[in-house]
């Protein structure tokens, strides 16, 4: 048998392998054990996922990090793997040590006794007994769960996103119509322009989605402006546009977009997520409790928390979008405030993102 | 004996990591293949023990400042994480955890050690063959699709298949 004729029969029992249920099966080969064993390695990408995920999320943000570095991780990569093999006196050594700690085990010495634990442990069986003698216990395992992130790919419409600048004039912005909404900015808009005769004419644009069109005309200012009279800049600054907010949008709001919002779109508000713009990601998800109400009547169903998760992973303006009541929204609000997220990004920077998350709960 | 002599490593990288919590990156690449090892034998596929050892390390960053060190290795710490993560898995699915503890005692470790060290071999391949058991084995792609990634003829991505087993079997048999 020549070697394309045994690749050739490997592969066959590869696929077969592959197709298997569980990828494993009691493979004889030395070969087909180790593809059995390499179906089940972690995805490479994973790994590194991960590890950003843990940079993004909790080093960033943790109250008690000792870092506020965002990129340490990355820099830590490669030279660390040679760690990785271990050898087996190290684990068997960990293993003499430690056995593992499970509460319910006969083995539970892998951390030095905390007396803490086992105060929670007692009050919390006490509570537990307490709560079955007085008949309120409705199920055996009251679960909660799961918590998914949904994020509608829809760009901000009115009422999201906003922005505004100005050049520090004594007026008030002209009244106006904004330039076209693009995914990148290069120039913003002018009323008055400063320097008429540019090296590099580039048509100004406002951020936002390109697909909205507002109403066009050919003087650029703010819609909602009451200076019909005078051109101007606006009262505001950053950006040498037009506007009387803050940034190089147009309005009264604060960033690239146009209204009184921040950071782009139109209107006032975050961005949502979009072609453009990834959506956050929960990196850190506790459960949500259930309520002692809810429970007793076996309430169940699902509560959509609208949120904005800011630039730093964190969830802000929590509010109900659909209620469930009996003290499950208060719960789900609850939980969702310790979430943490890998942030949306536009163009590598972490921006403030609207999505909607979806809290079920049910008991099994 | 080489784990004793990690000990002050792992002691200094721990005591940095809780001063800084950066340097847990260190931490992370040195324990993740065998975290993953220990909780991928217990999961019923590959996405469960990727949320599960996400689970585990980030448990483990944001109890760090509560480690206190007594001569286990870092590693000992993680598995007891995991195995808590897995515990209360298991309880959520109906099952027993008490054969977690069974299942180390059985020698579970000689399988952890085996698949952190191929975790780690495959990094060592050659990049070809590397690709190749990527996209086949993790990934799980066919014959074809590797081909036209790699504009290869089929017949040579199969032996570029059995070259990286073979050289993966040979270390491993070196190694061990």
């Known amino acids: ?364 | 004996m080489k784990a004793l002599e990690r000990e002050p490593d792992d002691r200094m990288l721990i005591e940095a990591a809780q001063r800084e919590h950066s340097h847990f990156a260190e931490l992370y690449e040195q324990n993740f293949d065998r975290v993953y090892a220990f909780v991928a034998r217990r999961a019923s596929g590959r996405e469960e023990a990727q949320d599960l050892t996400a689970e585990v390390f980030h448990q483990a960053l944001a109890s760090l400042e509560t480690f206190k060190w007594q001569g286990a290795p870092f590693i000992a710490w993680l598995y007891g994480i995991a195995a808590n993560v897995l515990a209360k898995h298991w309880h959520k699915l109906g099952r027993d955890p008490e054969q977690l503890a069974e299942d180390w005692e059985q020698g579970g470790t000689d399988e952890i050690e085996r698949r952190a060290m191929l975790a780690e071999l495959v990094e060592s391949l050659l990049p070809d063959q590397r690709t190749v058991i990527v996209r086949r084995f993790i990934e799980q792609r066919s014959i074809r699709e590797v081909a036209q990634e790699l504009g290869r003829t089929e017949g040579a991505i199969k032996q570029l298949q059995l070259r990286a087993l073979e050289n993966l079997r040979d270390k491993m048999e070196r190694r061990i």
């Not at chain 1, 940079?55 to 030279?79: D, F, M, Y």
């Open chain 1, 1 to 364: 048998m020549n070697r394309q004729d045994m690749a050739d029969e490997l592969d066959g029992q590869v696929e077969m392998l592959l197709r298997s249920e569980d990828c494993a099966g009691a493979a004889s080969d030395p070969l087909l054990k180790l593809a059995a064993e390499l179906c089940v390695l972690p995805n490479p990408e994973f790994r590194s996922r991960l590890k950003d995920g843990l940079v993004e999320g909790w080093i960033a943000n943790c109250p008690g990090a000792g870092s506020r570095n965002t990129h340490p991780l990355k820099s830590a990569k490669g030279g660390a793997t040679s760690g990785v093999v271990v050898q087996r006196e190290g684990v068997e050594r960990a293993q003499a040590l430690a056995g593992i700690a499970l509460l319910t085990g006969k083995r539970s010495g892998l951390f030095p006794a905390d007396h803490r634990s086992f105060v929670v442990s007692f009050a919390s069986h006490a509570a537990l007994i307490a709560l079955i003698a007085s008949g309120i216990f409705v199920v055996r395992n009251p679960a909660l769960k799961p918590t998914s992130l949904t994020s509608e790919l829809t760009y901000p419409l009115a009422g999201h996103g906003g922005g505004g600048s100005g050049d520090h004039s004594a007026v008030q912005v002209s009244k106006g119509t904004p330039p076209k909404f693009s995914d990148q900015q290069l120039t913003p808009p002018a009323i008055v322009v400063r320097n008429p005769e540019p090296k590099l004419p580039v048509e100004a644009h406002v951020l936002g989605p390109p697909d909205i069109k507002l109403p066009q005309s050919n003087h650029i200012g703010d819609l909602i402006s009451s200076n019909i009279v005078m051109p101007s800049n606006g009262t505001g600054g950053g950006g040498g546009a037009a506007g009387d907010g803050f940034g190089p949008g147009l309005g009264s709001g604060k960033g690239p977009g146009v209204g009184p919002g921040s950071n782009g779109g139109y209107g006032g508000g975050p961005f949502r997520p979009s072609p453009s713009i990834t959506a956050p990601r929960a990196i850190y998800d506790p459960e949500p409790e259930y309520s002692d109400e809810a429970r007793r009547v076996k309430h169940q169903g699902v509560v959509v928390l609208a949120l904005v998760v800011d630039p730093q992973g964190q969830a802000r303006n929590i509010r109900v979008a659909r209620s469930l009541g009996m003290g499950l929204d208060e719960k789900a609000i609850d939980a969702v405030r310790k979430w943490r997220f890998a942030p949306g990004i536009k163009d590598g920077i972490p921006v403030a993102v609207q999505v909607n998350i979806e809290v079920n709960f049910r008991l099994y």
